[in-house]
């Protein structure tokens, strides 16, 4: 007969013998050696800090301030509510975590946890011990919060039933059992019937965002660029282009607003959740490992930012133009000095990606000019066009990033036939 006795423990509720420190470092090791953890440097570096001075009952050292110093080369002065490195490395963690042990399941001899609000590791041990060596009451093991976590697995003595509780049992049991079943079968439906319609939405999904789709669950960020003051402050009837974009500080333009709707439509296709949010009140915390949309270019700093490293990007403002990284090769620029109905090309670049800014998946839709950004986003929302871009992909690419730089022809400040001038596929 077995019992089996859980408890979670840190050093400072409970004095943990030597097998058990070493039995939560061998965790740690394998968690450590693990798919969640062995991509990055950051995450298991904080876990092995929080654990290794859990244990040796140094929680000083765990206070938020002291990890981003430590940890992440904060200064000692740095503000912890403008700057939440920490609690988005230890929200980070714990999604790993959880990770991990879904995969091991049960062969899981001790469980690690940061548990929310605090860097102070637990611990939960899970011993497998026979009846003669379960302790009594007073050497029980005592929990973090002073309770004895005791799930009992041994086989019972066998009651003695009468004839007619024996069969009211049994008929009970019966009952239970067939509305399981029921629920079982009407779950199974209700799934089959969601996975069909989920499938159909899938078929109508454009190849520029299946990649991007298929690895997110949602909810995702849509940062939309903001109409910034110009510095000449100039009121013209028609004002050159520069003017045009750039007039005030409060307010997303009618363009960007209608890009991003349609990046979110297509999402909403399948159910996803998107949100959207102005340039001006997004950090990093806002779009760290999680999905995210960026539409606008010179009036979007995240999209400056996020392209430098990929093969074609945006040049300095006073360029106002695509460049190839590589060669620094001038693709398109406009001249923002003439009034928005004299330019004739405008140029955008289309992108999906991951991104080391961020650590997650992003999706570029920008423009130069404010009508390159509207045919952009609807290049990437029309199967034909986006079938023609991923007809330019090499031989043998399994999906992944791809870059496209469109030109698009502008009649009176209105956007109209858009073509592919480069792409890049890794």
Same mark, same amino acid.
């Given at each position: ?17 030597? @097998?058990?420190?070493?039995? &939560? +470092? #061998? $965790?740690?090791?394998?968690?450590? %050696?693990?798919?969640?953890? /062995?991509?990055?440097? =950051? ?111 041994? @086989?019972?003595?066998?009651? &003695? +039933? #009468? $004839?007619?509780?024996?069969?009211? %049992?049994?008929?009970?049991? /019966?009952?239970?059992? =067939? ?248």
């Amino acid at each position: 007969m077995l019992r089996r006795l859980t408890a979670m423990a840190t050093p400072a509720t409970i004095p943990l013998t030597d @097998q058990e420190r070493s039995l &939560i +470092l #061998s $965790e740690l090791t394998a968690i450590l %050696e693990s798919g969640p953890f /062995r991509s990055s440097k =950051r995450y298991p570096a904080m876990l092995e800090y929080c654990v290794r001075h859990t244990l040796d009952g140094e929680t000083d050292k765990l206070r938020e301030r002291q990890l981003g110093i430590v940890l992440f080369s904060r200064s000692p002065g740095y503000e912890t509510s403008s700057d939440p490195i920490v609690r988005m490395a230890a929200s980070e963690i714990r999604k790993r975590l959880a990770q991990y042990y879904d995969l091991v399941g049960d062969r899981a001899q001790v469980r690690i946890s940061l548990p929310p609000g605090t860097y102070v590791a637990e611990f939960r041990f899970l011993f497998h011990l026979t009846t003669a060596s379960v302790p009594s009451a007073p050497d029980l093991l005592v929990g973090s919060l002073g309770q004895t976590h005791l799930e009992p697995v041994m @086989q019972p003595g066998i009651p &003695i +039933l #009468s $004839e007619g509780v024996l069969t009211k %049992e049994i008929h009970e049991g /019966r009952r239970f059992s =067939r509305l399981i079943l029921f629920l079982l079968l009407v779950a199974v439906a209700v799934a089959g019937v969601w996975g069909i319609q989920r499938a159909r939405a899938n078929r109508r999904i454009p190849e520029f965002w299946r990649t991007f789709i298929d690895g997110n669950g949602g909810p995702v960020l849509t940062v939309v660029g903001q109409l910034v003051p110009h510095v000449d402050g100039k009121t013209d009837p028609e004002p050159p282009l520069s003017s045009d974009i750039y007039r005030t500080s409060h307010y997303v333009s009618v363009g960007d607003a209608s890009s991003a709707m349609r990046a979110c439509l297509v999402l909403a296709r399948l159910g996803m959740d998107c949100q959207m949010k102005a340039v001006s009140t997004t950090d990093l915390s806002n779009v760290h490992s999680h999905p995210a949309i960026f539409v606008g270019a010179y009036n979007n700093p995240w999209v400056l930012r996020i392209t430098q490293a990929i093969p074609y990007r945006f040049g300095e403002l006073a360029c106002k133009c695509i460049l190839d990284t590589r060669t620094g090769e001038r693709i398109g620029g406009v001249d923002f000095s003439i009034p928005r109905d004299q330019i004739t090309t405008d140029y955008s670049i289309v992108a999906s990606f991951h991104s080391d800014v961020t650590d997650g998946p992003v999706v570029v839709i920008a423009g130069i000019g404010p009508m390159s950004t509207e045919a952009a986003a609807e290049f990437t929302t029309l199967t034909e066009r986006s079938a023609e871009l991923f007809s330019h992909a090499p031989k043998g690419w399994k999906g992944g990033n791809v870059e496209a730089v469109l030109a698009t022809d502008v009649v009176n400040g209105i956007p109209g036939h858009t073509r592919i001038l480069k792409t890049a596929f890794w």
